[in-house]
Nanobody, 125 residues
């Protein structure tokens, strides 16, 4: 079992930056693929970014590529999402997710087995 707690959300002006953190607890972390998703009001939850184990390759949604960076610190059991050049359309609740194992056939969209409670990011124009 893995528990995830996000933090770092808030209100920022367009063009600004925020860093989200996701602290994990449980039996394993370093080998769990980790990801970030978001859900805007009235929309379905969508993939944002994901990273495999230490030094592993990262994947990004086209809408955030070049602006967001996902990283992880296995010693701290924490995954980060550095968000730069934020736009109003980035406004959403951001969720951290963990997978039990990497699946090359469905990466990075599935499967995601554990979810955090979410943190609100609001970008004003």
């Amino acid at each position: 079992q893995v528990q995830l707690v996000e933090s770092g959300g808030g209100l920022v002006q367009a063009g600004g930056s925020l860093t989200l953190s996701c602290a994990a607890s449980g039996r394993t972390f370093s080998t769990n693929p980790m990801g970030w998703f978001r859900q805007a009001p009235g929309k379905e939850r969508e993939f944002v970014a994901a990273i495999r184990w230490t030094g592993g390759s990262a994947s990004y949604a086209d809408s955030v590529k070049g602006r967001f960076t996902i990283s992880r610190d296995n010693a701290k059991k924490t995954v980060y999402l550095q968000m730069n050049s934020l736009k109003p359309e980035d406004t959403a609740v951001y969720y951290c997710a963990a997978a039990r194992a990497y699946n090359s056939g469905t990466w990075p969209l599935a499967p995601w087995d554990y979810w955090g409670q979410g943190t609100q990011v609001t970008v004003s124009s």
